[in-house]
């Protein structure tokens, strides 16, 4: 089973998208209580900061999709919501 961590998606990040720039926080214990919310304040809610070449010449749909296609197994094992912020 996947872990989800901020540290597990930034490696999984990395392996996938082989970023320039990379950020993922944690913003779980922000939505304690809200849909999604596993009760534990972590693992949830991420934020990731991120600039890859390969996101060069695509549209925002799709730079986010290679990062939502490179989480799926996060998603599946609990990850709520993720905020994706492109960097140049």
Request: proline share 1%; charged share 20%; no cysteine.
């Given at each position: 089973?996947?872990?989800?961590?901020?540290?597990?998606?930034?490696?999984?990040?990395?392996?996938?998208?082989?970023?320039?720039?990379?950020?993922?926080?944690?913003?779980?214990?922000?939505?304690?209580?809200?849909?999604?919310?596993?009760?534990?304040?972590?693992?949830?809610?991420?934020?990731?900061?991120?600039?890859?070449?390969?996101?060069?010449?695509?549209s925002r749909?799709?730079?986010?999709?290679?990062?939502?296609?490179?989480?799926?197994?996060?998603?599946?094992?609990?990850?709520?919501?993720?905020?994706?912020?492109?960097?140049?």
């Amino acid at each position: 089973m996947t872990t989800v961590t901020a540290a597990a998606i930034e490696a999984r990040l990395r392996e996938v998208l082989s970023p320039t720039q990379l950020e993922v926080i944690d913003e779980s214990a922000a939505h304690a209580g809200h849909a999604g919310s596993n009760g534990l304040g972590h693992g949830t809610h991420f934020r990731v900061r991120i600039g890859a070449s390969a996101f060069a010449g695509k549209s925002r749909v799709a730079q986010h999709r290679l990062v939502y296609d490179a989480l799926r197994a996060f998603t599946d094992a609990g990850l709520h919501a993720l905020a994706i912020e492109i960097r140049a």
